[in-house]
């Protein structure tokens, strides 16, 4: 089992920034990869961003590329997404999610949630223009 916590979000302009945290426990931290996904009410759930176990290896939708990055800090076992330069359309609920023990991402990293098992309750972000 594995518990995992968004926060961070909020209400900003736009132009502004945010950093989402998602704290997770009951799992060997160190040995997972996680991902960031986000979803406007009547849509599916997108891809923001994808990090493996060391964080070496990050990817990142396009939309967001440039002005997203996810971090990791294994001895805190926390995951980031700093959010720069937010736009109206970044507007959403955003997910945390783990990847399976063992489960192997290609390079270009876990982009579809079914590559994941355990989900966060999510945390709302909204860019006013």
């Known amino acids: 089992q594995v518990q995992l916590a968004e926060s961070g979000g909020g209400l900003v302009q736009a132009g502004g920034s945010l950093r989402l945290s998602c704290a997770a426990s009951?799992?060997?931290?160190?040995?997972?990869?996680f991902g960031w996904f986000r979803q406007v009410p009547g849509m599916d759930l997108a891809f923001v961003s994808h990090?493996?176990?060391?964080?070496?290896?990050?990817n990142y939708a396009d939309s967001v590329k440039g002005r997203f990055t996810i971090s990791r800090d294994n001895a805190k076992n926390m995951v980031y997404l700093q959010m720069n330069s937010l736009k109206p359309e970044d507007t959403a609920v955003y997910y945390c999610?783990?990847?399976?023990?063992?489960?192997?991402?290609?390079?270009?990293?876990?982009?579809?949630?079914?590559?994941?098992?355990?989900w966060g309750q999510g945390t709302q972000v909204t860019v006013s223009s």
């Open positions: 999610a783990a990847v399976p023990l063992g489960y192997y991402c290609s390079g270009f990293g876990c982009r579809s949630p079914d590559e994941y098992d355990y």
């Open positions: 009951g799992r060997t931290f160190s040995s997972s990869s």
């Open positions: 990090i493996n176990w060391s964080g070496h290896n990050t």
